[in-house]
């Protein structure tokens, strides 16, 4: 029972291990394991990039598509070439700040392969002309921040970090930064302001671009610990053999954290775009089945922040458009699987309830709706609920996120799907988020609500009495 | 209850200087505090605030934003069990309503012998390995009520000592940035275009002139 | 809300659509006001148009579309674009404002019943107009102990807060004093104070303005009147000369409140403390309201008008002219400062009269000097060189507009001062020379010429890398003034010499404190000289025709005629709103100077140690009483309003110089009020020419009119100033202001006397280790003149070689120790 470790689990046939291929090689966190172990040599790809141009090094992550892992699942090429021209300094700030609820991949990469990881921000820091690179970790995540603290070590003495990296004229710096807890500082323009040692409390998009005007007002590239390590295996092999697997628009790999009802909850390096919900539940590979006697009620395909997804979305492919048309999106790779014995309501109000403990307080709707929400399921919960509670409940989610939510269709209601994203009245997603499990509860399990609304005349609300 | 002590003060110098600007500082130097003391003081918050260049109020401010500083005293082990969706599903929020029982104390609260703190915490990233608790930010994954009394057990006993350290540890293993291998850390406003895009540049411009 | 967006000036003019009509807008500037200065008002509450926009309130929310489809924005922070459509109306828009307002008030106490914004309530005022009727919120609010103080002067109301970020941004980014923070999350989030740590801002009171809830109260206001019951006018502060602009607010012939009002070239909306909460003083029990005479038993005695004004023209009457002497009046208005001057220099016959107490820059420095505005001196992408007083502690509305300069304009300010400032932290350079030194430092930073061991006690790098920042700035604004009191005014003059030689194409401003002081120089309040800079040489034929008699010759300055009270070579001595006892630099001098002088007429507001030892005393109006112009420090003339009527018999100081003309033969020419007073000055007076009262009150916005920048008045050479070598067993004292000080104004302004600090010498830690001594210690520091006891404190921000003593506090009296004759004055610190 005690322990940190996760065991390594296996690709499938025809898939490369591109990020995890050293989660089961003990030492594979030191240098000498990473240079010895994996599906490719490490720091060669540091040394093949060296040679090449800075631009010619981005094009190659351009031509690969490289999607964002953290959750918008945006190109990183493109996201670097969003760095006005002729401005330095330019940063890169690592998202390792994991805390979508169902999200366990990054602190797995930072754990067991931290060299995987600075290999990739060195390539990216030479590619983008970095002047440092700030590694965010979250603070929780002690063991991750001592893995990444003696890799780094290592890495400097070697000369493979610091000045003049393996004698050439590229140098810089990586600093191992670490949080104190707040799903928030998730988010990057909060992340920024976490660095800067700041309340992490979102930034406005416009202005505050990170590109343009991120860290201290430098232009600044936000990537994810998992976007970054795929960088050491793609420049060690090619943009063709990286295109070969997964799917034209999904190029590549992602670790998914399968959680919830199934046999075989883990990690699992999947292909993009090809595999589906159905194979990740049920190959013996990964989940090997709903749990035994029970059947699948429901699924979140992307984090606390997805909306959910239902028996007939099971066959969609774990593929950012198609999902995000579907209704949801694929997020930070957290899958969650609910069988029938799982209580909608209860299920909806801790997920809610984790949104309005971590809303950072900035956007009004944002502070004071999302724990207005979880107030109100508590009361349904708690037995206090009135019949005008569900309207109520659903117009102050409509005050946060205004408009059709995004939903997966219901075909036994001829019901369509709503596709993503929301709109928001918020600077960030995070109030929006909040409305997910609200809309995807009472859409589908109304009745579930509606049998722990008591009809009485009057309700005791805490010292208010309330008519109906 | 203090300022940081002079070898942290040394410390605390060579963490800001990692930093182009002093108040990145912030967050690091107070879980530096908290390491010494086992919770986040006014007087520390003073001297953080001094030594990263800004007001208390700031420092305040900001640590009050993040649940792992802890302003009041708390127990030796902070146990924190996961309730969020991965572990509700498979029994987190049982989990702790049995460490309560066993403790005698409800979130929030710390044993009367001071050795634990009980928190209901948000996802911790171990969503496979459900239901999960962490404790002193240490990981203890797939733990059912007896584990948890095992833990408790051991934990009491000192069995744990190398595995846990007291509250306020992170990571025992620190970045060692110091000597001559630093590229170059300063202020922003101090920085130019790095020498390898300004060769890179430079050498592609002359290949743009030679061919026109 | 009651802040307009600023005025500006459209340069880059595009067409955008606001609610299908279209309209010009500013290409950049925010949504939120193009919308405004089109007339379609968006509601807000965190949005304040001088301070960077946040979005955190989300009330802005307008449907905008900038070809990519229709989507709710903040207009607060949304920069206009050519071709963008807005619509701040329609049904989405307001789904989302009442969706806002319900948010805010579900937690809102609605205690509006006792709330003191009741009535002038922006969350009042939206909620009718765009908000729910009815509150869903059934559940408990959140609690928090009622308004707990943050500071002095300002309470805190947790639950009524809507966390708009007003206060705390106003705190960190326009005062500096990031005292007030958001603490912890989400709905947990709330205003504080580090513990043991107040919210001591010299700028408190403009949170409490800005707040657009009742959640924070001044102490001075609360519960005094309902918005509803009030009257108000807008007027000028005159407790600097800044000349921030306000409205004055009255209930039942009562000051109550002052309000900053938006003056875009001076005080952008703020106020200070000190000039936000004076009308407590103008309140006080203590106002003089009758006249009073010294009689036979030496106690002074009310009496009628015509008895005192009488002994008043008496006394003059039975003497020489050039044996009376007229002192202050740096706090009149123009019309009064025109009315005396007129009184002393044409009717009685002497030029004995000095508006300052040998504490500012002579007269035809300020007026003889090439002007700059505060904007000229603040324009973005300048340079500065700053060698006036302490900004923060006597101009805080110049320092808000010099930080904002520095900060927010890339403004480059080299500072030169005796000790660090509340400027320095902004400065370029801030550089602290030794007393007595400052023109040996001007001319090595002007000239780059550095001897390698420095000058001025300041190292040689400094003094080169300063000078690197100056260096080809020809077009140079310099801010001058006396940051040292114990340090004679010719030395400042000498800096000035080196910088206008190296520099012919400097500007400058200068940073007097007394809240009229330009206005009395333009008004001639001087010796030597006469009304709209003019000198006896160049003003006479004008001001003989106008007046029928001007004096001859140049009289006694400040200084000269506090020396020649004191050697019994003056009969008359009339101070106006003066109070040398307390304020003079050299306080022995001014015991010396009230004793020795024969009669002395004081004319004041409140009781001072002077008033006190008057012969005759003549109450007057005060600030809010009286009607009437000012001048700022820059030449800005602004009107001045009547809101409540003085007490007693108090009459306004031109109305007194009136009387006594008529009682002493002559005639002020004045009939039924000041403005005939005002227009004979702009009639006879050529930089005043075009801002007559016609003109004056013509005006629109609340700016004023500017005095011409350029100079008329010719600048006499001067002869430097001879400083003696500082010996080695001796520092050379600093007396410099701090806003709370012993002065009357303060004493009698309950919440800001409370406020004043306790007196100490501040050492630097060299001479305070070599001595022994520690922060707290008790010293003695005497000067050859005179000693005093009081805590050292050891301040890193003090050079080398200097100690600096506060002027004017009552637990310690500095100016014993400080000999007006002397340039500098060295004192021996020694433990007690």
Known sequence: MIGTTTPAMPTAPGVPAIVSSRFGVADGHTLEGYRSSGSYEGYSALRAVLEMSPSAASEIVKDASLLGRGGAGFPAGIKWGFCPADVWPRYIVVNGDESEPGTYKDRVLMERDPHQLIEGCLIAAYAIGAAQVFLYVRGEMAHAQERIAAALNEAYAAGLVGRNILGTDFSVDIVLHWGAGAYIVGEETALIESLEGNRGMPRLKPPFFPAAKGVYLAPTIVNNVETLSNLPWLFSHSVEEYRSVGTDSSPGTRLIALSGHVENPGIFEVAQGTTTFRELFESELYGNGIRAGHELKMFIPGGASAPWFFPEQVDLPLEGRVVGGAGSMLGSGAVVVMDETTDAVRACLRLVRFFARESCGKCTPCREGTTWEEKILQRILDGHGRPSDLELLLDVADNISPGPYPVASDPANDLDAVPYPPRQ?????????????????????????????????????????VDV | MARLTPENVELAHRIIARYPRPKSATIPLCHLAQEQDGWLTDEAMVHVAELVGCTPAEVLGTASFYEMFKRHETGRYCL???????????????????????????????????????????CIAACTEAPAVQVNYRYFHRLGPDDLDQLITDLRSGALDDVVPHHGTLGRVHQDLDGDRIANITPPEAQTEPVWIRRHRELAESNDGGAS | MSEPPRRIEITEPVTITVDGREVTAQNGEWLIDACERNDAYIPRFCYHPRMEPVGMCRMCLVEVDTGRGPALQPSCMLPVTPGMSVDTTNDKVAKAQDGVLEFLLSNHPLDCPVCDKGGECPLQDQTMAYGPGESRFVEEKRHYEKPIPISETVFLDRERCILCDRCTRFASDVAGDPLIHFIDRGSQTEIATFPDEPFASYFSGNTVQICPVGALTAKPYRFRARPWD?????????????????????????????????????????LCDKGRFGHEASNSEDRLREPMRRSEDGALRVAQWSDALGAAAAAIRSVDPSRVAVLGGARLTNESQYAWTKLAKSVIGTDHVDAQLGDGLPAEVVLGLPGASIDDVCAKGGTVLYLGPDPKEELPVLYLRLRHAAVSDSVRI?????????????????????????????????SGDVPDGGVAGVDADTVRSAAALLDGIDDLSVVVGRANLAETAGVVVDAIDAVRSARPGARYLSALRRGNVRGALEAGMSPGLLPGRTTIATGSATWTEAWGAVPTAAGLDGLGILDAAAEGRLDVLILLGADPLTDAADRSLARRAIAGAGTVISLDSLPSASTLQSDIVLPVAAFGECDGTTTNLEGRVTVLHQKVTPPGTARTDWMIAAELALRLGGDLGVESSQVELWDELVKHSAPHDGLSSAALAAQEDPDGLLLPLDATIELAATTPTNVPPRSADSLRLVVNRTLYDSGSAISHCASSAALVPEASVRLSPADAAAMGLETGTFVTVASSHGSVSVPAVVDPGVPGGAAVVRHNLESVDAGVLVDAADPVCDVRVELR
């Open chain 1, 425 to 465: 009245t918020t600077i960030c997603p995070l109030g929006p988020s909040s409305v997910a499990p609200i809309t995807s509860a009472i859409r589908r399990f109304r009745h579930e609500f509606e049998d722990k609304i008591v009809q009485r005349d009057l309700i005791p609300v805490e010292g208010v009495s």
């Open chain 2, 80 to 122: 924190n069990v996961c309730t969020n969706i991965s572990c509700q599903l498979l029994g987190g929020e049982e989990l702790l309503e049995h460490a309560e029982q066993v403790l005698g104390v409800r979130p929030g609260g710390t044993t009367s012998d001071g050795m634990f703190t009980l928190e209901d915490v948000e």
């Open chain 3, 230 to 270: 009030l009257e108000e006018v807008e007027s000028t502060c005159t407790s600097c000369s800044v000349g921030c602009r306000v409205t004055i607010q009255s209930s039942r012939n009562q000051l109550v409140r002052y309000q900053g009002v938006d003056s875009d070239p001076v005080n952008w909306s703020w």
């Open chain 3, 414 to 446: 080299v500072e030169c001062s005796p000790m660090r400032s509340g400027l320095s932290p902004y400065a370029a350079a801030s550089l602290q020379y030794a007393p007595g030194e400052l023109p040996a430092l001007v001319a090595a930073l002007c």
